[in-house]
């Protein structure tokens, strides 16, 4: 039977119909969105720091780099990075990068994983970098999925985004745990007061 035969017989068939009901979910809620926030980036394996928007941000990031040579960024607040991820020919040119920098829209206190839509040309700098930072807003972050779902905004040029939360690690290879496996091996998040 054709999937199209299919329908029809249930339709022909469907004596009573229902309207979907109107529910109002609203989802767990915490007393401290913010330090629940935190905590659940740590418990996902980020780090945390914290910065006003008015300090040295460049410095900020050497000081939690000491020893990166490639930072790329398409901020226009970061100084420091020697590849953009806008003018580079193709994503190949960003393989070897140290740290990739990125601004997150919404962090989701829930489960500690921010939206980052894509804002540059290139996202594989959001994978291929041996670190990520992400920035976030302090006022940006939400209590559960829900309300993540209902803030996310894509970017016309290039519709896509993603849910990133610590730093990427797999167990499937002989059930040890390998860190950086698929993307970066390390997640700092910085929020911006």
Request: aromatic share 8%; glycine share 6%; hydrophobic share 40%.
């Amino acid at each position: 039977m054709k999937k199209e035969e299919l329908f029809k017989k249930l339709r022909d068939n469907t004596t009573l119909q229902y309207d979907m009901p109107l529910v109002n979910v609203r989802g767990i809620q915490y007393k401290d969105t913010y330090a629940q926030f935190k905590a659940m980036c740590r418990q996902m394996g980020a780090n945390v720091a914290e910065a006003n928007k008015t300090d040295d941000l460049d410095q900020l990031l050497r000081n939690l780099y000491p020893e990166a040579r490639t930072f790329a960024s398409n901020l226009p607040f970061i100084h420091l990075a020697t590849k953009n991820p806008d003018t580079v020919e193709e994503a190949a040119e960003l393989n070897g990068t140290d740290v990739g920098i990125v601004m997150g829209q919404t962090g989701v206190a829930e489960n500690g994983c921010i939206w980052i839509p894509q804002t540059m040309k290139e996202k594989a700098i959001m994978f291929i970098s041996e670190y990520l930072v992400i920035f976030i807003d302090r006022q940006d972050i939400v209590d559960n999925m829900h309300q993540a779902y209902a803030r996310i905004k894509m970017d016309p040029r290039y519709n896509f985004g993603s849910f990133i939360s610590g730093p990427s690690k797999t167990a499937d290879i002989e059930q040890a745990l390998v860190m950086g496996a698929q993307a970066a091996r390390g997640v700092t998040v910085v929020i911006l007061q």
